[in-house]
């Protein structure tokens, strides 16, 4: 069964501070992942998107990667703001164009 | 803003009132999703609209009816809910539903609905 499993399932860290986010997926046939940052009371916003053959993004402080060999993608936060503190979520596409949601990991940044 | 709209933002209802979720998009996008989001829970898919035309429904209720005019407009009609039917309700769309692999979805802001 396709399923896509996210950890910590939330996370509290002071603000300046960096933190890794995962994501483990049994997905197959594999598209692309992708992660969203949803703040609170907003709808997910797409922060970067990997394709089989790439290892890593990053989209300013924030630095994607992928093992496709483990099926693991963590997604790391460096000198975290407060305005860091929102939900986020991995996604996984088949090659039949379905998505598959995690659950997302609740981040909270404390001044 | 992502460039879809959702109204109302939030809504209580009775299990017996009808209401509908209105979902607009200003990106010139071919395909709108019904999302539902529970608490600490994977959003789930409701429906899937190209071109106007349904090409999916997730084994939804009927009480969970779609409507989609054209391809700017998606609306949700419910009716006689549950209080298990509280939620976000999340629009999106994006350029094609069978577009390239690496369509963005753009998201609105969700619609909180409380069934009492």
């Known amino acids: 069964k396709n399923q896509v499993e996210q950890s910590p399932q939330s996370l509290i860290i002071l603000e300046g501070k960096n933190c890794t986010l995962q994501c483990n997926y049994t997905v197959s046939p594999f598209s692309n992942l992708r992660w969203y940052k949803q703040d609170t009371g907003r709808g997910p916003v797409s922060l970067t998107i990997m394709t089989f053959s790439e290892n890593t993004k990053s989209n300013g402080r924030y630095t994607a990667t992928l093992d496709a060999d483990t099926k693991q993608s963590s997604l790391h936060i460096t000198a975290s703001q407060l305005s860091d503190s929102a939900s986020y979520i991995c996604v996984v596409r088949d090659s039949n164009y379905q998505l598959i949601w995690g659950a997302g990991t609740k981040l909270i940044i404390k001044p | ?116």
Request: charged content about 20%; hydrophobic content about 30%.
């Open chain 2, 1 to 116: 803003e992502t460039g879809v709209t959702q109204t109302p933002r939030h809504l209580v209802m009775g299990m017996t009132n009808k209401k509908s979720l209105k979902c607009e998009q200003h990106l010139g996008h071919n395909a709108m999703y019904w999302y539902k989001q529970s608490a600490k829970k994977p959003l789930e898919l409701m429906f899937v609209y190209s071109l106007e035309e349904r090409v999916e429904n997730n084994s939804v209720p009927s009480r969970f009816s779609p409507e989609c005019p054209n391809s700017s407009h998606l609306f949700l009609h419910l009716h006689t809910l549950q209080p298990e039917d509280s939620a976000l309700y999340l629009c999106a769309s994006s350029q094609a539903k069978t577009g390239a692999s690496t369509d963005t979805q753009y998201f609105g802001p969700g619609t909180r609905l409380t069934v009492l």
